[in-house]
């Protein structure tokens, strides 16, 4: 797609000119979630699905629109239902930017709790301290609450998981407290661990090397209830499947709660911890060295499941076995990523039968011969099905032999649709109208990244040296 052929607010849409085609593919399902892959960072997991052993000839794409660059205030509805809004469909426009950090070597870190916007900083080299700024994002423009600048931060990880864990009255950026009413930041005394998730009041931090310790907070002190050994540690946290987006490695409630191990799991069995009493159980055995590929795991509101080549086997929280499903690596469909975590046994019903019952609905790319190329198919929880056509951008991003993306939501009723990271291109996002085809392109939308969802209309994203915000087109 070229950045010099803008077009908006036309109502005959042209194509936009083809983007240099891509010589990197994926070619492995779910490659873009490993550990040990070097193409795709780890705080997006992507899901990667098979495709025909041949690329197929080129073939005429449905219409496409590049979303007009003016900026438009946010006007929307301020509610956040984890469901994509139907308004996407008319297309999109920028909201609001707002400037960051320019001597950061990273985009910022977003972070959102209800109306606030919350954004982190790094400078860089020796001046490599956090700024934390807190936005009211409820109005047309946001409104700064507080920015304030911290301590050095032990360690940065760019992009980590959990990227941030958040208590009553403050955030956990890694090793530093931020306090959520007045900004302030002190220094966390857990020093280089990961915070992982708050359980029963139990803060449950990793070192990311090998041991995990458990935290209390009594009159504003934070004392060690136990630490324990684990196996090898990922440097970043832990991976996960886009099958879900949790936001923490909790799993579970009340007295079945456990919190997932930033494992190695390329080497290493998946392993999780009681947050209560730091008893440690590990899920099965190590990945043979024989494949090539690491265990898959998704979090569900209950246990989590561990996907093999061929098979996927889901626990409880206690670490039992509580179903084996026919379905491994290669799914010919995946949910959207909308609303709150599945059950386990929702999981499996989806492997096994392909019904998301507890989201909006499911995305399969179909290869149809009529139309001498791929098409999307979106089946809405409530059975509706829509064929779309993407346009040229969406299909030239879309590699060779498989395809993955980072999330996918849509509106109930099926209007909008919204894909993120396509193919090689992890970045990349795309919105759709799926009843009256067309697809909703933009420079400023790929170059962003570390994405949240503020409201069902309003999208944040950031990129060097600014946050930008994109809202539904109400011209």
Known sequence: MSTND??????????TRSRKTRFFLLGAAFVSILATSSSFSLSTSALQLPGPAATPPPHYTGPERTARPDVIGYHGQATRTNVLSSAWASGFATAWTLPAQDDSLLPAQLITEGSTLYTLTYGSGAEAVATVSAYD??????VVQWSTTGPKPSRIRAEAFPSSVSTQDAILLSDIIVDRSTGEQTQAPWGFDLPMGVAGGVLVTCDTFSSCSGWSRDSGEWTTLWTTQTSPQRRMGLTHTALTKPTTAVIGTGADTA?????????HAPQIINPATGALTTLGDAPSTSIPFASRLTLASDGLLVAGEKETIAYNTAGQVVGTFAAGWELDKFPTTDRDLPSVADLGAFLTQGNARWTSGALERTYSKDDNGYLLSLTLSNGKNLTLNPGESFRETRGGAGWSVTQVRASSDGKAL???????????????NAEDPMTYVSQDLNEAT??????????????SGSVIAFTPDRK
Do not use: C, K
Not at 6 to 15: A, C, I, K, N, V
Not at 260 to 267: F, Y
């Open 450 to 463: 570390n994405f949240v969802w503020v409201y069902d209309d309003l999208l944040v994203g950031a990129r």
């Open 259 to 267: 919190v997932v191990v930033p494992v190695d799991e390329a080497h």
């Open 418 to 432: 919204y894909i993120q990271g396509y193919s090689e291109n992890l970045t990349d996002s795309f919105f759709f």
């Open 6 to 15: 803008l077009q908006y607010g036309t109502d005959s849409p042209r194509r």
């Open 137 to 142: 994002v409820s109005g047309a423009e946001p």
